[in-house]
C-alpha cells in the first residue's frame, strides 16, 4: 500500500544535470521527513539531502552547492535537483520517507556519470 517511486536516473556525462523525482502514496507525505540515499559500489550507503515536514534542507558536503531538495506536498512528490556532476555521484539513489519509528524506501534508480 506505501509506496516510494523514484525516477529520472540514467546516464549523463560530467558537468551535467539530472532531476531525480520521487512520488509517494499511502502515507500523509506532508508530516514525513522526506529524504535521498546513494549507495555506490563497494561504498556504504550515505544520506545526500533530506527536507523535514517545516521545509528544512540539509545535504551532505560533497553535494552542498551543486543538489537542491525540494518537495511538493500536493503532489506528494520530492525532487533532487542534481548539477555539476561528477562521477563520483555515480550511485543508485534511493528515496525514503521517516515519522520517527519506521522508514519507507524507494526501489532506487541508477544514476552513472561518465564519458
Known amino acids: 500500500q506505501v509506496q516510494l517511486v523514484e525516477s529520472g536516473g540514467g546516464l549523463v556525462q560530467p558537468g551535467g544535470s539530472l532531476r531525480l523525482s520521487c512520488a509517494a502514496s499511502?502515507?500523509?507525505?506532508?508530516?514525513?521527513?522526506v529524504g535521498w540515499y546513494r549507495q555506490a559500489p563497494g561504498k556504504q550507503r550515505e544520506l545526500v539531502a533530506r527536507i523535514t515536514r517545516g521545509g528544512s534542507m540539509s545535504y551532505v558536503d560533497s553535494v552542498k552547492g551543486r543538489f537542491t531538495i525540494s518537495r511538493d506536498n500536493t503532489k506528494k512528490t520530492m525532487y533532487l535537483q542534481m548539477n555539476s556532476l561528477s562521477p563520483e555521484d555515480t550511485a543508485v539513489y534511493y528515496c525514503?520517507?521517516?515519522?520517527?519509528?519506521?522508514?519507507?524506501w524507494g526501489q532506487g534508480t541508477q544514476v552513472t556519470v561518465s564519458s
Open positions: 499511502g502515507i500523509i507525505f506532508s508530516i514525513y521527513t
Open positions: 525514503n520517507a521517516n515519522l520517527g519509528p519506521g522508514d519507507y
